[in-house]
């Protein structure tokens, strides 16, 4: 059955670096991969889109990676703030498998 | 725009009571979706519908009954709640691949 991982439940960033959240699938094929955030008390938020056939996309401080080869997704926030600080959700084409999230803490 | 607008946000149940929970939207969707978000365990669907009169389930839809008889209103139905269905629930709607998601509902069943 399809199966995906986000390998940190945790991250802890210092302000200003690059944070990097990985996401990993298995037993499928998506055509496309999204990525969501979701605050504390909140319902997730969509954040970006990248299909099989794109290597990256860019919105603002965040870059994601698609690797089909690797059956890997890399979630990429620049110049990270205090106010990135929340948990990062990935999710197959399909609707139906999310990851279980990884809570990003960015330290001032 | 409400977008995504579930009721009630709270709710605390006993065990054996039945209950529904609301979900309306407005931006026309077909596709609409229920998820509970549980601890450890992401978020997981648990019915969903590509239409008016169409229903069909998802990864855990023992429990729950659900119905879509307009375009706007996908309810969640519990027939019989149990604790083990103490969790938040989502509802979602999506045009095609991206996923809007309502604010929750967190449900107790004691």
């Known amino acids: 059955s399809q199966k995906i991982e986000q390998n940190s439940e945790a991250l802890n960033i210092q302000e200003g670096k690059t944070a990097t959240l990985t996401c990993n699938y298995t037993?499928?094929?998506?055509?496309?991969l999204q990525w969501y955030r979701q605050d504390p008390g909140r319902g997730p938020v969509f954040l970006l889109l990248i299909r099989e056939n794109e290597k990256e996309k860019r919105k603002e401080r965040l870059k994601v990676t698609f690797d089909t080869t690797l059956k890997q997704s890399l979630f990429h926030i620049t110049a990270s703030q205090p106010a990135d600080s929340a948990t990062y959700l990935c999710a197959l084409d399909d609707k139906i498998i999310f990851g279980k999230g990884t809570r990003l803490h960015i330290l001032p | 725009n409400a977008g995504v607008t579930q009721t009630p946000k709270f709710q605390v149940l006993k065990t054996g009571q039945s209950m529904t929970l609301q979900c309306a939207q407005d931006m026309n969707h077909e596709y609409m979706s229920w998820y509970r978000q549980d601890p450890g365990m992401g978020l997981r669907l648990i019915h969903y519908s590509v239409g008016a009169g169409i229903t069909d389930q998802g990864e855990v839809p023992n429990g729950y009954n659900v119905s879509r008889s307009t375009t706007e209103d996908f309810p969640l139905r519990l027939l019989s709640a149990a604790p083990s269905q103490t969790s938040v629930y989502f509802c979602?709607?999506?045009?095609?691949?991206?996923?809007?998601f309502g604010e929750g509902s967190w449900l107790t069943v004691v």
């Open positions: 979602a709607t999506s045009p095609g691949n991206t996923i809007y």
């Open positions: 037993n499928y094929s998506p055509a496309y």
